[in-house]
């Protein structure tokens, strides 16, 4: 059996459990609350325009793009990106994810700081990603603890990124929330479906987190173990 497939794979249950439970939590979520429609039955578009308008900000696009749940701000070309099913939807789930997405085009506009640290890590960490594990396996398979230590030093830059995510995507709720309160957008009711929704979507990235961590435990356990 392939070395990499052995007892130690105990260590990613906990983190594997705790994924399948948030993407079902926030699939759920969400799907309740976009049955739901706001009383002033704005499109989740228009309030985008609106919220980024607020905040002074004219020179980000909000787009459409396919796929489902695919919404997200792209920091390169400054556009918020709303999918299908959000786009036009005046539901409150919607409205909650694209002032989310707003929450991410004000904090590079005011130059958030863990938000701009993500963004200039990005393309080293995509390299980390790339090259660790099979730097890992190639020391483990010739008996190169330099190339074994290299490649857990490589996943640690995974760990970090998803760290910094952490606060990037807590604030982006937290400023999405406010702003759907202060603008009207949505009413005091309504908010609390706002706010589940991104709760559970936090989720996500609370288990991206954890199963990162462990992966780089399997790996340290693991390379112990070949020693």
Request: hydrophobic content about 50%; aromatic content about 8%.
């Amino acid at each position: 059996m392939y070395p990499y497939f052995d007892s130690s794979m105990v260590i990613l249950i906990p983190a594997l459990l705790l994924a399948g439970w948030a993407q079902l939590n926030v699939k759920s979520t969400f799907e309740k609350y976009s049955r739901v429609s706001t009383r002033k039955a704005s499109t989740a578009a228009e309030v985008a325009s609106m919220l980024l308008s607020r905040a002074g900000i004219f020179n980000v696009p909000v787009n459409k793009v396919t796929g489902s749940l695919t919404d997200h701000y792209d920091p390169v070309k400054r556009t918020v990106n709303l999918s299908e099913s959000v786009y036009g939807s005046t539901s409150i789930a919607s409205l909650g994810v694209a002032a989310h997405e707003c929450g991410h085009a004000i904090q590079h506009s005011v130059g958030y700081s863990p938000l701009m640290v993500r963004n200039a890590i990005v393309p080293a960490i995509n390299l980390c990603s790339t090259l660790s594990i099979p730097l890992f396996f190639v020391g483990i398979l010739l008996s190169v603890a330099g190339l074994v230590t290299l490649g857990i030093l490589l996943f640690s830059g995974v760990i970090v990124f998803h760290l910094i995510t952490l606060p990037v995507e807590f604030n982006a709720s937290t400023r999405a929330l406010t702003m759907l309160r202060n603008t009207g957008a949505l009413a005091e009711a309504e908010l609390v479906g706002a706010r589940s929704v991104l709760r559970a979507a936090a989720w996500t990235y609370v288990a991206a987190a954890t199963m990162a961590a462990a992966q780089l435990l399997r790996l340290i356990v693991f390379s112990n173990r070949r020693r």
